[in-house]
């Protein structure tokens, strides 16, 4: 997996938050399950290129 550096104007706080590419979660395709805590979300990609979280 590849973590991607954030900009420099991004605060000491944001820059210690790991960062992964969406494409790489959704493997290529528009959408991905995420469990957290046994509870399992959809991340969706939409043609807009906007992200959408849903439980």
Do not use: C, F, W
């Given at each position: 997996?590849?973590?991607?550096?954030l900009p420099k104007?991004?605060?000491?706080?944001?820059?210690?938050?790991?960062?992964?590419?969406?494409?790489?979660?959704?493997?290529?395709?528009?959408?991905?399950?995420?469990?957290?805590?046994?509870?399992?979300?959809?991340?969706?990609?939409?043609?807009?290129?906007?992200?959408?979280?849903?439980?």
């Amino acid at each position: 997996m590849t973590i991607h550096s954030l900009p420099k104007s991004a605060t000491p706080a944001t820059r210690a938050l790991p960062a992964h590419e969406a494409s790489r979660l959704t493997e290529g395709g528009d959408q991905a399950h995420i469990v957290l805590n046994d509870q399992t979300y959809t991340l969706r990609i939409t043609r807009a290129g906007k992200l959408i979280l849903t439980k």
